[in-house]
């Protein structure tokens, strides 16, 4: 999900090409802080400070939003040639960039290297697009964020943000309640998955707001009734927590998301114990399982890691240059690959197919299904069903403010769930 601080922060890489030297490790944390700080810079046209906290986001994260910017202040610093290396950089990893309406890189004009990259930044504005709609919420207020599917049954369930409540749809379109946060007592619907043997809904939900100091929490509920099975819930007293996406293995285990407390959480069928599976990451949000149910993929700010579910063990998976891992929000395996929703940072929001090699631990192909649409507004998640990928395409959670209100209502429009073929 796309939270408010997410929305600040939109993902080991380390640039080779670059020579950043004596630059320290920043911890999570820090980097979250670090890039407030870098965006403010910016914006105020303080590019000394954007320089000198830019390159260690650079290197810490490998986010190319960082490294488009962090080009921008080399230009405006007097330092051309660290500008262009950034430049051929994201040119290499397939970014657009149009730079040449870019006034940040006025002093590069007429830079024989510069008119090299903007040709090439254009030849990488391949316009892909291959999806149709599959259904409209009726409803310009609601604010979507997650979804799920029930192949057995053909529904899709479709969760709030704004209105606090689940929805069931068919694939034509006609849409009713299925729980409301009001009488189950949970709030903002994040991620959700329906269970294995399409019984039960999951969904990670969370509160930002205060008098109740925040909550998260993860639900079920049954398919059939809408009934609460059980719930599983932490407050923020001792620290931040923010429950995203989810997934759950055949056996029924329960794996999901801690964006602000940067872990990743377990739930075995068989107790009733949230147990810390895996930490220290930053920001996670989307998490996939393979069909074995061996390895799980966990997308933060950084880029996306593999971890083994029987060791634990985790590692990252390398692009190798091909391409970018960052700003990934939906994330599912499918036919070995993953399938993606991504934004590098320059609102070019894409639904990408990443191959990888899971013993080398890289990316060997990343190809684009659907390049970015005018009427998408920050496309959230999705569902794979029958060879299809189905995703939100327009959640417009900008307009939802932390207090829940929302800001321009009039302007909003109703949301619509596209779908892509993946063969």
């Known amino acids: 999900m796309k939270t408010f ?37 910016y914006a105020d046209k303080k590019y000394d400070q954007c320089v000198l906290l830019g390159e260690p986001l650079a290197k810490r994260t490998d986010h190319p939003g960082i490294q488009y910017t962090l080009a921008e202040c080399y230009c405006q610093t007097g330092q051309p040639a660290k500008s262009l290396d950034l430049l ?24 024989k290297r510069f008119a090299g990259y903007i040709r090439a930044f254009a030849k990488n504005r391949v316009v892909l697009d291959r999806s149709v709609l599959s259904f409209m919420i009726k409803d310009s207020l609601f604010i979507p964020e997650g979804i799920a599917s029930d192949s057995v049954h053909h529904a899709f369930f479709v969760g709030s943000l704004a209105e606090h409540k ?50 998260s929490g993860i639900f079920r509920f049954d398919l059939s009734s809408g009934e609460l099975i059980e719930k599983f819930v932490m407050d923020n007293k001792e620290g931040d927590h923010l429950f995203n996406d989810i997934v759950i293995t055949r056996d029924g285990n329960i794996y999901f998301t801690d964006s602000k407390a940067g872990k990743v959480w377990q739930k075995k069928f068989d107790n009733d114990v949230l147990a810390e599976y895996a930490a220290d990451f930053i920001y996670p949000n989307g998490i996939a399982l393979d069909e074995v149910n061996k390895v799980l993929f966990v997308a933060d700010f950084t880029g996306l890691y593999m971890i083994d579910i029987t060791t634990g063990k985790r590692s990252p998976l390398n ?44 990316i060997t192909k990343a190809r684009t299904l659907q390049s970015v649409r005018n009427d998408f507004v920050i ?35 109703n949301p619509v769930i596209f779908k892509v073929k993946l063969e």
């Open 5 to 41: 601080l997410f929305l600040l922060v939109r993902q080991l890489f380390v640039l080779c090409t670059l020579a950043f030297v004596s630059i320290p490790t920043l911890r999570a944390q820090d980097v979250i802080d670090n890039y407030e700080r870098f965006r403010e810079a």
């Open 88 to 111: 051929d950089v994201l040119v290499e990893r397939g970014l657009s960039y149009a730079i040449e309406d870019n006034a940040g890189f006025s002093k590069l004009q007429g830079d």
């Open 166 to 215: 689940v929805i069931r749809c068919a694939d034509g379109g006609s849409c009713i309640d299925f729980v409301a946060g009001e009488r189950s007592g949970f709030w903002m619907v994040l991620g959700m998955k329906v269970s294995p043997d399409h019984k039960s809904l999951w969904i990670c939900s969370a509160s930002e707001q205060d008098p109740t100091n925040g909550h």
């Open 319 to 362: 692009h190798q240059g091909r391409t970018y891992l960052n700003g990934i929000d939906g994330l599912y395996y499918y036919k070995g690959s993953l399938i993606a929703i991504q934004d590098s940072g320059n609102h070019d929001d894409r639904v990408v197919r990443f191959y990888y090699d899971v013993k080398k631990g890289t």
């Open 379 to 413: 496309p959230t998640t999705g569902a794979i069903v029958n060879g299809h990928f189905y995703y939100i395409a327009n959640s417009q959670l900008r307009s939802l403010q932390p207090d829940g209100t929302i800001t321009n209502p009039e302007r909003l429009v």
